[in-house]
């Protein structure tokens, strides 16, 4: 059974930075980052395979950078120039997958997620 737990979200001034963590028990293939703000969809922020390959969303590309650490177990998303409409619960999220969509029904594996909010 995979299981995932994140960390390191918190509060940060538009064009801050923070770094967010997510320790893995059995790591799959693929990892990915989503995120959900209040009234909204739970959207796909990136992902990355075993091999390192990363796709990120369009508002994200340029800003986050998506990582895994497979000696610890952990997956990292490193966030930079935060805005306002990045605020959201993050969630990490796993799937068995040959590829890494960015497609929130591809992944069955779910943390519990870690607010992020950007104040202006």
């Known amino acids: 059974q995979v299981e995932l737990a994140e960390s390191g979200g918190g509060s940060v001034q538009a064009g801050g930075s923070l770094k967010l963590a997510c320790t893995i028990i059995?790591?799959?293939?693929?990892m990915g980052w989503f995120r959900q703000a209040p009234g909204k969809e739970r959207e796909a922020v990136a992902s990355?395979?075993?091999?390192?390959?990363?796709r990120y969303s369009d508002s994200v590309k340029g800003r986050f950078s998506i990582s895994r650490d497979s000696e610890k177990n952990t997956l990292y998303l490193q966030m930079d120039s935060l805005q306002p409409e990045d605020s959201a619960v993050y969630y990490c999220?796993?799937?068995?997958?040959?590829?890494?969509?960015?497609?929130?029904?591809?992944?069955?594996?779910w943390g519990q997620g870690t607010q992020v909010t950007v104040s202006s």
């Open positions: 990355i395979d075993r091999d390192g390959k990363t």
């Open positions: 999220a796993a799937s068995y997958l040959a590829s890494c969509p960015l497609i929130r029904s591809d992944y069955p594996y």
């Open positions: 059995r790591s799959p293939w693929c």
